[in-house]
């Protein structure tokens, strides 16, 4: 099994924490963040389980951001998110949210897998200035504009009757505070981190227990996978999300704006398809 797919069995049957101890497997969704970014939703019918791969896009190139992180002993996070902090505090802003009002990504520069299954979208940035290229502070305001799409997701999941109640993180993204406090405000449910980091080895280690139950001779019954991840998956921290009506506000705004991206690039696309 593909490493991401591992990672999210070994998240989604945590429930032993109050606020998502009530929250079945069907409304739950996985966020895997390494070298790429995933996300997975579980569908249970009768005894079939299966993960629906919504979303993946690589991380642009961090050598330069590196370096200065490298030279203030930090993470390339933790310096981008002090950056973003100390700007937020000069303007007088009480959340770095605000600092993206005039900042708007769309992040499908390799196309779309899910669930829009276009390979011909690419990026779009609107409110970049010239001298934006080299600035650190710019782009430590891109990065932070990169959220929208997880909400995306969830709208085209819902259209089919089904409420996400709970996101469920791992990955190196899922050690970045801002990331994750992000995700919870943009798409209003709690995100939730699990008691072992690495859950691609909690994953694979249900597989093993799921395998062998399954080809244990004296069992009748073989071990279903829900059961085996309830047992072995587990959470650490919940993330609710915020209550401020003017930062609630905000994210509704900005993902007005992300969508509209999506549909002028396609009216773009549409008008020089004739022309050519």
Known sequence: ????HCGAIGLLGANDH????????????????????????????ARSFKLNEWRQYTQIDQAPIQALSEKAHV???????????????AQGL???????????????FHGNRSPLCNPHLKGIISGMKLQDLDNIDRCALYYLALCYDSL???DTIKSRQIEIKAAFCTGGLSKNDLFVRLHADITQIPVVLPKVSDSVLVGGAVLAM?????????????????????AMNHASTV??????????RFHQCKYKVFRKMIDDFNLYDTIMSDCV
């Open 210 to 230: 799921v395998a062998h139950r399954t080809q244990t001779a004296n069992i009748t019954i073989p071990l279903a996978f829900q059961t085996a991840m309830k």
């Open 152 to 154: 995306s997701i969830l």
């Open 18 to 45: 109050p606020i998502i101890e009530a929250i079945p497997f069907h409304q739950k969704i996985a966020l895997i963040g390494g070298t790429r970014f995933f996300v997975f939703y579980a569908c249970l019918f």
């Open 239 to 248: 993330v609710e999300p915020s209550a401020d009506e003017k930062l609630i």
């Open 94 to 108: 009480t959340t770095v949210s605000f600092l993206t009002k005039d900042i708007h990504v769309n992040p499908y």
């Open 75 to 89: 993470s390339v996070y933790a310096f981008l998110n002090h950056r973003l902090q100390e700007i937020a505090k």
């Open 1 to 4: 099994m593909i490493d991401a």
